[in-house]
């Protein structure tokens, strides 16, 4: 008879369009600021992620929530 010993643990999932937002540490190191914008485009490890301002970011989707 087997038996669970460990659960896996629920993935996340984006979609293109998908609003998200991660954590830009400042110069300093102490204080981080959230950066919002829309997912572009959706690699196996990255999120490529537009900002407001038409920036585009690589984030790990990880970092991304």
């Not at 950066?35 to 900002?51: F, M, R, T």
């Amino acid at each position: 008879m087997a038996k669970i010993i460990k659960q896996a643990k629920a993935k996340k999932t984006f979609k293109v369009d998908d609003v998200v937002y991660f954590l830009q540490p400042s110069w300093d190191g102490v204080n981080s600021s959230r950066v919002y914008g829309s997912v572009v485009k959706v690699c196996p490890v990255n999120l490529h992620v537009e900002d407001y301002d038409g920036n585009v970011w690589s984030v790990s989707k990880e970092e991304a929530m």
